[in-house]
């Protein structure tokens, strides 16, 4: 097998098309320098420079080998360089876990908190439900993860980034889409989108729950997994329902929202997640770097865990 060096004095020989300049190039005499084309040749089982009359070119085969080279030659100083980073607590890679609800606001500004205090870091986003999230963190296949609140593991901590009210949705020409804060009782019988309990149940048992303390019995007429799912059956006149204040970015035409009079305990949360034992010295930077700035939503959250699918 060929050896990086010989790469090296390869492309500074086809990039020259000189012997004398490329030894220069790469720090040796045209002697050793020969002698390492001769022995890439050798290797690879063609010729790849071709001299006559003084002058040098590259063969057909070498004019593809050549750019096969440059790029194992980048790949390699990247991979040295990915290795070194890797011995920091502030450089490297971290995967990232998110739901699709938190790409309204909150992953934008936890992206661009670990840009300002961590420019070095690279983030790898995966889209995933907050359960499985959690297995992928149990099974070390997650550093972090944005997800709703849950139940206690014995390998997982949080903190909460986000918390935000819940607001009413129901298509525009709809009797409850005008007016101020509407009081629950007003979607008793109304046709309406619920969340489902087995795939989002914290946010089911969110609104559910409070629904069944005030006495309130809407009509389901279908459950979904999705925020911007129920957004869109709702534009399309299927019913209203009740969504995190954040989808009011989502901008469907005929959707309009309306806030609630008394929203207190429908106040939905986002979480970050991580393993306890982590020993990711870039992923625990991260987690710090991301705490930190949401540590006033911290100090605010006074609302307990829901087991959370």
Request: hydrophobic content about 50%; charged content about 15%; proline content about 7%.
């Amino acid at each position: 097998m060929f050896q990086l060096s010989q790469l090296r004095c390869f492309v500074a020989v086809a990039t020259e098309l000189h012997f004398g300049r490329a030894a220069a190039l790469v720090n040796m005499t045209q002697p050793p320098l020969t002698r390492q084309i001769q022995l890439l040749e050798h290797e690879v089982g063609v010729r790849l420079l071709e001299r006559a009359g003084g002058a040098v070119r590259l063969t057909p085969a070498g004019a593809t080998f050549l750019r096969e080279a440059e790029d194992i030659l980048r790949r390699s100083q990247a991979a040295t360089l990915a290795a070194r980073r890797a011995m920091r607590a502030d450089a490297g890679s971290v995967t990232l876990g998110f739901i699709a609800a938190s790409s309204f606001a909150l992953l934008p500004r936890v992206l661009g908190a670990i840009r300002a205090g961590l420019p070095d870091v690279h983030v790898v986003l995966r889209e995933m439900q907050s359960v499985d999230q959690l297995e992928a963190l149990a099974g070390d296949r997650l550093d972090l993860g944005i997800v709703r609140p849950f139940a206690p593991r014995s390998f997982a901590a949080s903190a909460p980034l986000l918390q935000e009210p819940l607001v009413l949705a129901a298509p525009a020409s709809h009797p409850l889409a005008q007016g101020g804060p509407m009081p629950l009782a007003a979607l008793q019988g109304q046709p309406f989108i619920e969340f489902c309990p087995s795939e989002t149940r914290y946010i089911y048992e969110l609104i559910a729950g409070r629904l069944r303390a005030e006495g309130v019995a809407p009509d389901t007429v279908l459950t979904l997994s999705h925020t911007h799912s129920i957004l869109a059956l709702v534009d399309a006149g299927w019913g209203v329902a009740l969504v995190p204040q954040s989808a009011m970015r989502l901008g469907y035409a005929n959707v309009a929202f309306r806030p609630l009079r008394d929203p207190a305990g429908l106040h939905a949360e986002l979480h970050l997640a991580w393993r306890r034992e982590s020993r990711h010295e870039v992923a625990n930077t991260v987690r710090e770097v991301v705490v930190g700035a949401f540590a006033a939503v911290a100090q605010a959250s006074a609302h307990p865990p829901i087991p959370a699918g």
